[in-house]
């Protein structure tokens, strides 16, 4: 079976500065890694997505994450946020064979102060 | 880009009654919709795969009985809540399949 983590519940930084949300994966299959932002009463939206290739990958707003194999790791970064990027952020893998089925972590809530 | 939405976006209701969520694609037709459910502080759990026109597929653990789902378009699923309690209230969330999965700002349901 797949889990997600994500250690960090809410982030707080101070707007211009860099950032790092933490996702670590568990699963036994190669995986699909998925990053996706909720703003306050919208639905999720994919920031990007690991399917294969480069483990770096670059996303919508300036944000990227790299996939780290050895260490089960999908941490999404940006080098400058904004106030508008205050949002909950979700981390979610899928098998290969199963797209259709994301197992979600429980969100970090990115809070950006001015 | 896609966008779907969902209605209510927040209801209340009584124990006992059951509630209807609408999860509707509005720019796009959608053969298979999914269901999730949050609980506060957790993550996104998968309840069910909705297929227009067929049954839906549901998760171990989710009660077919008490989460009526009906996908009668290529548009709208409904998921029912039957005869509710306070156990189900939560944060529903839907999402329609274009390629990606797009999802629905949510139903928030309290049962009373």
């Known amino acids: 079976a797949q889990s997600v983590t994500q250690l960090d519940s809410q982030v707080p930084v101070f707007e211009e500065a860099p950032v790092e949300l933490r996702c670590n994966y568990s699963?036994?299959?190669?995986?699909?890694l998925f990053w996706y932002v909720q703003y306050p009463n919208q639905g999720l939206q994919l920031l990007l997505k690991?399917?294969?290739?480069?483990?770096l990958v670059k996303g919508i707003n300036g944000f990227e994450a790299e996939f780290n194999k050895s260490q089960t790791s999908f941490h999404l970064r940006k080098p400058s946020v904004h106030i508008s990027d205050t949002a909950e952020y979700f981390c979610?893998?899928?098998?290969?064979?199963?797209?259709?089925?994301?197992?979600f972590g429980t969100g970090t809530r990115l809070q950006v102060f001015p | 880009g896609a966008v779907v939405s969902q209605h209510p976006s927040w209801v209340i209701c009584k124990s006992g009654t059951s509630v209807k969520i609408e999860c509707r694609s509005l720019?796009?037709?959608?053969?298979?919709m999914f269901w999730y459910r949050q609980f506060p502080k957790q993550s996104l759990m998968l309840m069910a795969t909705?297929?227009?026109?067929?049954?839906?597929?549901?998760e171990q653990g989710v009660e077919k009985d008490k989460f009526l789902i009906n996908h009668a378009s290529l548009t709208l699923s409904t998921l029912t809540v039957t005869s509710a309690h306070p156990e189900d209230s939560s944060f529903y969330i839907c999402?329609?399949?274009?390629?990606?999965?797009?999802f629905g700002p949510g139903t928030r349901l309290t049962v009373t």
């Open positions: 979610a893998v899928s098998d290969l064979d199963n797209t259709d089925k994301l197992i």
């Open positions: 720019d796009f037709q959608a053969t298979t």
């Open positions: 699963s036994s299959v190669s995986v699909y």
């Open positions: 690991y399917l294969s290739g480069s483990t």
């Open positions: 999402s329609a399949r274009q390629g990606e999965q797009y």
């Open positions: 909705s297929n227009e026109g067929s049954k839906a597929t549901y």
